[in-house]
T-cell receptor, first 114, second 112 residues
Framework: DVKVTQSSRYLVKRTGEKVFLECVQDMDHENMFWYRQDPGLGLRLIYFSYDVKMKEKGDIPEGYSVSREKKERFSLILESASTNQTSMYLC?????????????FGDGTRLSIL | GDSVTQMEGPVTLSEEAFLTINCTYT??????LFWYVQYPGEGLQLLLKATKADDKGSNKGFEATYRKETTSFHLEKGSVQVSDSAVYFCALSDNAGNMLTFGGGTRLMVKP
């Protein structure tokens, strides 16, 4: 089974801090994604990556950046955390770009910005 | 752009009741369609999928049929259990890189 591991289940940070959320997958997947999940809004794509050192903006990239230095690891960075970034963050991966490949998700990081 | 619309929840049912969660979509081309489930405190898991018109996806007693003429992918189960209580997400994947577009999610609560 594919395992997608997010480094923290719960995280509390202060406004203005730089926050790192880490995600690691163990199945040599090419594609990795970061979403945020908010009630009633479903999941919204923040950033994604199709390869090492490659990144693309999703639907809501403002206030975020990403890093993919190794194939198995995809990091989400909040450059200067704000209270409106309090949310559940979900990482996902897929083997390749074929549209019928399901995405495999981690358990999520619930981030609170105070 | 692509979009997915789900019925709003919560949906509250008694055990063994019949379940339908409606999902409609708008998309260009021929997307793949998915239902994901999120149990409390966990990430999303793939429940079922369909990749072309008239395909039926099924898993764990859940079914959904890809209806291109009505642009729908409704989720059904004949007899729900308390353990089915979760949030269900309908999603579509484009044909240019496996980008997922999600509906807003529907919370299902099943009472014994």
């Amino acid at each position: 089974d594919v395992k997608v591991t997010q480094s923290s289940r719960y995280l509390v940070k202060r406004t203005g801090e730089k926050v790192f959320l880490e995600c690691v997958q163990d199945m040599d997947h090419e594609n990795m994604f970061w979403y945020r999940q908010d009630p009633g809004l479903g999941l919204r794509l923040i950033y994604f990556s199709y390869d090492v050192k490659m990144k693309e903006k999703g639907d809501i990239p403002e206030g975020y950046s990403v890093s993919r230095e190794k194939k198995e690891r995809f990091s989400l960075i909040l450059e200067s955390a704000s209270t409106n970034q309090t949310s559940m963050y979900l990482c996902a991966s897929t083997f390749d770009r074929a549209s019928n490949q399901p995405q495999h998700f981690g358990d999520g990081t619930r981030l609170s910005i105070l | 752009g692509d979009s997915v619309t789900q019925m709003e929840g919560p949906v509250t049912l008694s055990e063994e009741a019949f379940l339908t969660i409606n999902c409609t979509y708008t998309a260009t081309g021929y997307p793949s369609l998915f239902w994901y489930v999120q149990y409390p405190g966990e990430g999303l898991q793939l429940l079922l999928k369909a990749t072309k018109a008239d395909d039926k996806g099924s898993n764990k007693g859940f079914e959904a049929t890809y209806r291109k003429e009505t642009t729908s992918f409704h989720l059904e189960k004949g007899s729900v259990q308390v353990s089915d209580s979760a949030v269900y997400f309908c999603a579509l994947s484009d044909n240019a890189g496996n980008m997922l577009t999600f509906g807003g999610g529907t919370r299902l609560m099943v009472k014994p």
